[in-house]
């Protein structure tokens, strides 16, 4: 048996060749594997209704999926996750609801970008029905990601037609390099600004109040740019924020860093409160940046900002973003 759980005790029983456990419990590659020792089961703690996300790694250091363990994740980026869910994993009310039958509509996009390199592309999607007037805007970082994966725009179609809130127009906005756009880059806002909304406000919608949203880098640009322009946001959206970040901050020869850079956009904001904004912030248990998360919503409330925080038994992954959909979607849109 690949993983057997017991109350709060999951063991992950080894396959040949693994030397070592990686998945959130390590936060991937960000801390050593944990070992195993002669081939011995690796037994953990972990909060109950939990969803981890794991795989094995051999002498190498490559990782591997769990031969024995057919349960996949949503994990994009790579083919090697396996998980396992510690009792059960709660699902939000409009997940379990059938799929909406009044759907919005999907508007792509497309040009040759000006201020990054390379082609671009959009996705806006409007309500069901929706002819004309104003709407709230969301520029929705890691569009494709939240279009399919997370599937963003079915749990506004839920919610409207739940008669929850209102709809709003979701900008599904795909990154070229991300790291390079997201990693607290001011030239971002040029790129929104010059290039996406031209072609969004006025051709296709009427912009009422605008938002950003994102997840983990995508999450830190969007608080990033959403404070420093109150003349443009005023709602955002971030999962599992990427907040240790500091411009110019790189390691392992460049890559930029997440793990030690500090908090400089939480000394930024307490600094200068972001008052005209509301925010809807959310963290895996399982994952590095919870703290970090924990303390930007700490200073919100100690400075009282209009915000939600919410944290889910599970780790930097889609599976936790997806879940926090709903109640991110409700919550800016001031519904019930």
Do not use: C
């Not at 759980?5 to 060749?17: E, L």
């Not at 949503?74 to 396992?84: F, H, I, T």
């Not at 806002?189 to 996406?196: G, I, K, M, P």
């Not at 930097?316 to 959909?325: D, K």
């Amino acid at each position: 048996m690949a993983v057997s759980v017991d109350g709060q005790w999951v063991t992950f029983s080894p396959p040949a060749g693994a030397v070592g456990l990686i998945g959130d419990v390590t936060d991937w590659r960000k801390r050593e594997p944990i070992p195993v020792v002669d081939g011995a089961p690796v037994r953990l703690r972990l909060p109950r209704g939990a969803w981890v996300e794991y795989a094995w790694v051999d002498a190498a250091g490559k990782a591997f999926a769990d031969p024995d363990n057919a349960q996949r994740s949503l994990n994009p980026w790579w083919p090697y996750p396996r998980a396992a869910a510690v009792g059960e994993y709660a699902r939000h009310p409009l997940w379990q609801m059938p799929d909406a039958t009044q759907k919005g509509s999907a508007n792509r996009l497309t040009w040759e970008s000006t201020v990054f390199p390379g082609t671009r592309r959009v996705i806006v999607y409007t309500p069901h029905g929706y002819a004309g007037g104003p709407l709230p805007v969301y520029y929705v970082q890691d569009g494709v990601a939240f279009y399919r994966t997370g599937r963003l725009g079915e749990v506004m179609d839920r919610a409207v037609q739940s008669g929850l809130t209102g709809g709003a127009a979701l900008v599904f906005v795909e990154p070229g390099d991300r790291n390079e756009e997201y990693y607290l880059n001011p030239r971002y806002l040029d790129f929104l600004t010059q290039e996406v909304m031209p072609r969004v406000e006025g051709p296709l919608v009427t912009a009422s109040v605008r938002g950003l949203w994102g997840a983990s880098l995508g999450g830190l640009i969007s608080l990033f740019l959403g404070a420093r322009h109150p003349e443009l946001f005023s709602r955002v959206a971030a999962h599992s924020g990427a907040f240790i970040a500091r411009p110019g901050a790189t390691r392992d020869g460049g890559m930029i860093d997440t793990v030690t850079a500090g908090e400089w956009l939480l000394e930024q904001l307490r600094a200068s409160p972001p008052t005209h904004l509301t925010t809807s912030l959310d963290a895996g248990t399982l994952e590095w940046l919870t703290g970090p998360n924990r303390r930007m919503a700490g200073l919100f409330a100690d400075l009282g900002l209009p915000h939600q925080y919410r944290e889910y038994p599970s780790g930097h992954n889609w599976v936790t973003w997806r879940e926090a959909l709903p109640e991110a979607f409700l919550y800016l849109q001031g519904g019930a």
